[in-house]
């Protein structure tokens, strides 16, 4: 399939709220795209809309061809915002990663022989074999991540879909997970995630969707983050400094119009 995602005319949203209208969209097969733009712009909505857990006004959704809700179980992985999940939930990391098996025609996700190979080699790639039988709540903002990013990959899905993936953990950590998943792209997975550092998506992502409650732009990060398209999509004087080839971007508003000092 050319595309990999299809949005035609949607409009969607909560109640009456919508949260935008008549959009159109495309994610070529193999692509590994982010989402950009400020909080409460419908970027999370945008993400149930194509993963189906969000219901449209109008318009429909197509995944690789087909109408979403026709979709094969496995065909989608996804990983959530870290900051929604129950760390108190009495699981090991193993036992997250075995959730990813779970299908509606299997109760439980109980791992066969062959399925645990699957997990300890997933593991052992993504670096968290080592805490395989550690409570989730004991590890690591990154290992955490590493953790739900090996649920959503059990069952070799074509699509990945993940929400903030690079919230809540260090400049490292989070330069390791883009890293990671620009080696998962290669392998013809098609990526979209929603993050909220410009500047990690000018490093580590070849294409860019800037939105605001409805498609802004989109492109190469050296096309689309310009003042101008910035500006548009976050409503603030955007500044980019290139040298060599490199971003650096900052808010550019001034201090005492964004900080209270009484």
Same mark, same amino acid.
């Given at each position: 399939m050319k595309y990999a995602?299809?949005?035609?005319?949607?409009?969607?949203?909560?109640?009456? /709220?919508?949260? $935008?209208?008549?959009?159109?969209?495309?994610?070529?097969?193999?692509? $590994?795209?982010?989402?950009?733009?400020?909080?409460?712009?419908?970027?999370t909505t945008l993400l149930k809309t194509i993963l189906g857990t969000h219901p449209v006004f109008s318009g429909n959704v197509l995944l690789n061809g087909c109408s979403v809700d026709r979709v094969q179980p496995g065909?989608?992985?996804?990983?959530?915002?870290?900051?929604?999940?129950?760390w108190s939930f009495p699981v090991t990391v193993e036992e997250v990663i075995m959730m990813g098996l779970y299908t509606d025609k299997r109760i439980w996700?109980?791992?066969?022989?062959?399925? %645990?190979? %699957?997990?300890?080699?997933?593991?052992?790639?993504?670096?968290?074999?080592?805490?395989?039988?550690?409570?989730?709540?004991?590890?690591?903002?990154?290992?955490?991540?590493?953790?739900?990013?090996?649920r959503a990959l059990i069952n070799s899905p074509k699509l990945l879909i993940l929400d903030e993936p690079t919230s809540g953990v260090d400049?490292?950590?989070?330069?390791?997970?883009?890293?990671?998943?620009?080696?998962?792209?290669?392998? =013809?997975?098609?990526?979209?995630?929603?993050?909220?550092?410009? /500047?990690?998506?000018?490093?580590?992502?070849p294409w860019v969707i800037? $939105?605001? /409650? =409805?498609?802004?732009?989109? =492109?190469?990060?050296?096309?689309? $983050?310009?003042?101008?398209?910035?500006?548009?999509t976050y409503g603030g004087d955007i500044v980019i400094i290139k040298h060599d080839g490199h971003f650096l971007i900052a808010n550019n508003t001034p201090l005492h119009l964004t900080r209270n000092y009484s």
């Amino acid at each position: 399939m050319k595309y990999a995602i299809s949005l035609n005319n949607v409009t969607a949203g909560y109640e009456r /709220n919508v949260v $935008f209208r008549h959009l159109s969209l495309e994610i070529s097969t193999g692509q $590994f795209a982010g989402i950009v733009g400020p909080t409460g712009c419908g970027k999370t909505t945008l993400l149930k809309t194509i993963l189906g857990t969000h219901p449209v006004f109008s318009g429909n959704v197509l995944l690789n061809g087909c109408s979403v809700d026709r979709v094969q179980p496995g065909t989608i992985g996804y990983v959530p915002q870290l900051g929604s999940v129950d760390w108190s939930f009495p699981v090991t990391v193993e036992e997250v990663i075995m959730m990813g098996l779970y299908t509606d025609k299997r109760i439980w996700p109980w791992a066969g022989r062959g399925e %645990r190979e %699957r997990i300890h080699a997933l593991a052992h790639r993504l670096g968290i074999y080592d805490c395989l039988h550690h409570h989730i709540v004991h590890t690591s903002g990154g290992q955490r991540q590493r953790a739900f990013l090996a649920r959503a990959l059990i069952n070799s899905p074509k699509l990945l879909i993940l929400d903030e993936p690079t919230s809540g953990v260090d400049i490292k950590t989070q330069h390791e997970v883009l890293h990671l998943l620009g080696d998962i792209s290669n392998e =013809g997975i098609t990526i979209l995630l929603t993050t909220h550092d410009l /500047n990690a998506v000018a490093s580590h992502l070849p294409w860019v969707i800037c $939105f605001n /409650n =409805g498609l802004v732009a989109q =492109g190469q990060p050296h096309d689309i $983050f310009t003042n101008e398209i910035l500006t548009r999509t976050y409503g603030g004087d955007i500044v980019i400094i290139k040298h060599d080839g490199h971003f650096l971007i900052a808010n550019n508003t001034p201090l005492h119009l964004t900080r209270n000092y009484s």
